[in-house]
């Protein structure tokens, strides 16, 4: 059984700033990629951000690209998304993915292997 499980999530002011955590167990712990995407009301889930295994490889979405990092840490089979400067645009559901190097060239929801059950992110004005 896979399952991630993300937390973190929570309601703040624009400009602030949140970290989510998500704790891989079962098939999805040692991903080759694990990565954030987002949902918003009546929108397609978005790309943010992937990390590879060792976290040597990085990738984001313009859209977060400078607010928003990636990170890993492997032994603990956690992932984690700080995200600084939030706006009211970043309010959505967030949910960590994982997969194999496909997704992590790829970046797309198709190829996510495990997807967790999201954390709702609101940002006010």
């Known amino acids: 059984q896979a399952q991630l499980l993300e937390s973190g999530g929570g309601l703040v002011q624009a400009g602030a700033s949140l970290k989510l955590s998500c704790v891989a167990s079962g098939r999805a712990s040692n991903s080759h990629t694990m990565g954030w995407f987002r949902q918003a009301p009546g929108k397609d889930r978005e790309f943010l951000a992937v990390i590879d295994l060792d976290g040597a490889n990085t990738f984001y979405s313009d859209t977060v690209k400078g607010r928003f990092t990636i990170s890993r840490d492997r032994a603990k089979d956690l992932l984690y998304l700080q995200m600084n400067s939030l706006e009211p645009e970043d309010t959505a559901d967030y949910y960590c993915?994982?997969?194999?190097?496909?997704?992590?060239?790829?970046?797309?929801?198709?190829?996510?292997?495990?997807w967790g059950q999201g954390t709702q992110v609101t940002v006010s004005s």
């Open positions: 993915a994982a997969g194999s190097a496909v997704l992590l060239v790829s970046r797309l929801s198709q190829f996510v292997d495990f």
